[in-house]
């Protein structure tokens, strides 16, 4: 099995979500199951079936968290020492050539990429243009809009 690399900081969330599926989610909706079986006839228990569906849907996602944490490689961003590169976990600093616009990212894995907040997945365009690169290379990065060319001003790891 491959590892997937994740920050200190997604591995914690993905923790947290398992343990709340595992004590509050579950036994929810094991409760709900009972009382719909309390019901009567399940054939047309329109609660049953939507409990049934939910427990499904928490299971599995129970078995994917906990594979992902079985394979995961924890990465703490402030404990890299890369010399300046851009690695996994980095935090870059970026200035558009072209509009002269200034964005931060930080590299992080898949579950965590939330681009509202600067996260990008490691497997993105954009990250795998920067991994490698120092500050003041230019990155070339492949958009839907075309090529965009961006320097890199700063690489920090925290």
């Known amino acids: 099995m491959t590892t997937l ?5 997604g591995a914690e969330k993905l ?16 409760n709900a199951i ?5 019901q009567g006839d399940l054939s047309e228990n329109a609660e049953y079936d939507a409990a049934k569906d939910r427990q499904g849907f928490i299971e599995g996602r129970i078995a994917e968290i ?3 944490l079985s394979a995961a490689q924890i990465i703490d961003p402030t404990a890299v020492e890369a010399g300046g590169k851009v690695v996994f976990g980095a935090t ?3 200035e558009d050539e072209a509009s002269g616009a200034s964005v931060t990212y930080q590299i992080v894995g898949e579950d965590e990429a939330d681009l509202k907040l600067g996260l990008v997945n490691i497997g993105s365009p954009i990250a ?3 991994i490698g ?3 003041g290379d230019v990155a070339e990065v492949q958009a839907p809009g075309g090529t965009k060319r961006f320097e890199i001003v ?3 790891y925290a």
């Open 128 to 130: 795998r243009a920067l």
């Open 15 to 30: 923790k947290e979500e398992l343990h709340r599926l595992k004590t509050v989610d579950r036994p929810w909706v094991i």
């Open 5 to 9: 690399p994740i920050t200190k900081r």
């Open 66 to 68: 906990e594979g992902k």
């Open 133 to 135: 690169k120092e500050e």
């Open 154 to 156: 700063a690489v920090r």
């Open 34 to 38: 009972a009382e719909a079986r309390a």
């Open 92 to 94: 870059v600093e970026l």
